[in-house]
């Protein structure tokens, strides 16, 4: 990469980056040259799109981007149902933390906890997310079950890493026991699952989660999560795409109006 940016600015008789302190930065004639390159991009992605979105054969890859506990938990079965259904078809699973790009066609359809912007982005809401708080049974033989007014006192808690998003559930459990200790912090929600059945605290969970885990619920109802199912515009009309995004619909819908335990 440095020897072609070299030949570039040999052939263009500029200097497009300028090593500074902090690192490289770029020239006026750099931030020029790097608004050409994204106007290439845009247009090449948009030709791609185009072409995609004429494609109208029950086979190839759909890209498909969410969570990770919710991908194991509630996708798979649905996407093992599809594929039986679609053995053209094939499915790429990609579990990120970061919001991957449907314009950019990091991805071709994406299932979010939070509802997608974008003029070019077309959404389906697909139900509420329910979460509940949970402890182990044998955390509750050494630590009273909570009633709806204890402050958490003598409690510990599992949360998220103090840098993660302020995720409305867990911003919910650390308000709702103020005076309670953290028992571990971990970012993944499998960490939060097995810590609270290991007896670490308690943990705010979402019902798919929990649901047959042998936790016990306890009182409280932290906030909901809306799902959203999202894609390009340009490829509504891609067959593939498009039956994907029905059957994840369908199963979604049914699998989220399953209740979670009864609370001790």
């Not at 993944?188 to 798919?208: K, M, T």
Request: aromatic share 4%; charged share 25%; net charge positive.
């Amino acid at each position: 990469m440095g020897r072609r940016l070299a030949a570039l600015e040999a052939r263009a008789g500029v200097t497009l980056l300028q090593k500074t302190p902090h690192g490289y930065v770029p020239t006026p004639a750099g931030e020029a040259a790097k608004l050409e390159a994204e106007r290439m991009e845009a247009a090449a992605l948009a030709a791609e799109r185009a072409i995609t979105g004429r494609d109208v054969r029950p086979e190839g890859e759909v890209r498909l981007t969410t969570v990770e506990s919710f991908a194991a938990e509630v996708l798979l079965p649905i996407i093992a149902e599809f594929r039986e259904r679609y053995p053209g078809i094939a499915v790429t699973l990609i579990t990120d933390r970061r919001t991957l790009s449907l314009s950019a066609r990091e991805a071709d359809l994406a299932v979010r906890l939070a509802r997608p912007r974008g003029a070019e982005i077309l959404i389906r809401r697909l139900g509420t997310l329910a979460f509940g708080l949970y402890a182990a049974e044998g955390y509750l033989a050494g630590h009273r079950a909570p009633g709806p007014e204890h402050d958490g006192a003598g409690h510990q808690l599992i949360l998220m890493e103090e840098d993660a998003p302020l995720y409305p559930e867990v911003v919910f459990l650390a308000q709702r026991f103020p005076r309670a200790e953290i028992g571990l912090r971990s970012n993944s929600r499998y960490v939060h699952l097995a810590a609270c059945a290991a007896g670490l605290g308690i943990a705010c969970l979402a019902n798919y989660l929990a649901v047959g885990s042998g936790l016990m619920r306890l009182p409280g109802d932290p906030p909901t999560r809306e799902l959203w199912l999202a894609q390009h515009r340009d490829t509504r009309h891609t067959l593939r795409i498009r039956l994907l995004a029905d059957a994840l619909a369908a199963g979604i819908r049914r699998a989220v109006a399953t209740s979670g335990p009864e609370e001790r």
